[in-house]
């Protein structure tokens, strides 16, 4: 089986030299790209499974760049930047980003998330219809929620903003993206709205113990599930 692809986007050449050979040790196939042309002409010619993008590029904004490669296709893309503004993370993710760690980063956090975005989008190629984590079950199809073997009762509402983060488990989706899916554009603004209603979701899920387990909060940006596994 050929080894996993890393396109790794970043002006800093250092960013590649510490990064490569910590892809390697972990499996992955890494090739760097300094600009967005180069990204681009890379991609074209070799493929990616996953993309590791940088926002400050020297030739244009990198979230030109997401838009470029969403118009591609559904490559797993994480932004490694230092820009830590939350308009920035928020911009990124709309616009189809899976992910984004803030430099600077620790390796080890890089790779898990790394990790899962790749299981998500393995995931989601095979269209799964029941995911499980820990000991919630839901099932997408049968409209059916499960804790501990026991039913838990959703309004339709709570079942749709449930099943939008369990497809996308792993990923962070903001709150626009929420607000869009489920209640459509005219509600786009009404993040405040959103909160209550997750947090009512969570005290259906996890009860009102030591804090979120399954749905996580990203302060100013939206949500994302926590994938467990059974």
């Not at 760049?65 to 118009?71: D, Q, S, V, Y």
């Not at 984004?100 to 620790?106: C, L, S, T």
């Not at 026991?150 to 709150?175: I, N, Q, S, W, Y």
Request: neutral net charge; aromatic residues 6%; hydrophobic residues 45%.
């Amino acid at each position: 089986m050929a080894p996993t692809r890393i396109l790794v986007v970043d002006d800093e050449p250092q960013i590649h030299r510490f990064l490569k050979p910590s892809l390697a040790a972990a499996g992955y196939e890494a090739f760097s790209a300094l600009t967005a042309a180069e990204a681009l002409e890379a991609f074209r010619r070799h493929g990616a499974d996953l993309v590791v993008l940088d926002l400050g590029l020297p030739d244009c904004d990198g979230k030109e760049l997401i838009r470029a490669f969403r118009e591609k296709g559904q490559t797993p893309i994480i932004v490694l930047s230092a820009r830590d503004q939350e308009d920035e993370k928020v911009q990124a993710l709309d616009l189809g980003a899976d992910d984004y760690v803030n430099k600077p980063f620790g390796v080890g956090e890089l790779m898990a998330r790394i990790r899962t975005a790749l299981r998500r989008n393995l995931v989601a190629s095979g269209e799964t219809a029941v995911y499980r984590s820990g000991d919630l079950v839901v099932d997408t199809l049968a409209h059916s929620v499960t804790l501990k073997g026991a039913p838990v009762k959703l309004t339709p509402k709570e079942f749709d903003v449930l099943r939008l983060l369990v497809r996308h488990a792993g990923r962070v989706l903001t709150h626009r993206q929420i607000l869009t899916e489920v209640w459509g554009p005219a509600h786009v603004d009404d993040a405040q709205y959103l909160r209550v209603f997750v947090r009512k979701l969570r005290q259906k899920l996890e009860g009102d113990g030591a804090g979120p387990r399954f749905i996580l909060t990203e302060p100013g940006v939206g949500y994302r599930v926590v994938w467990r596994g059974p």
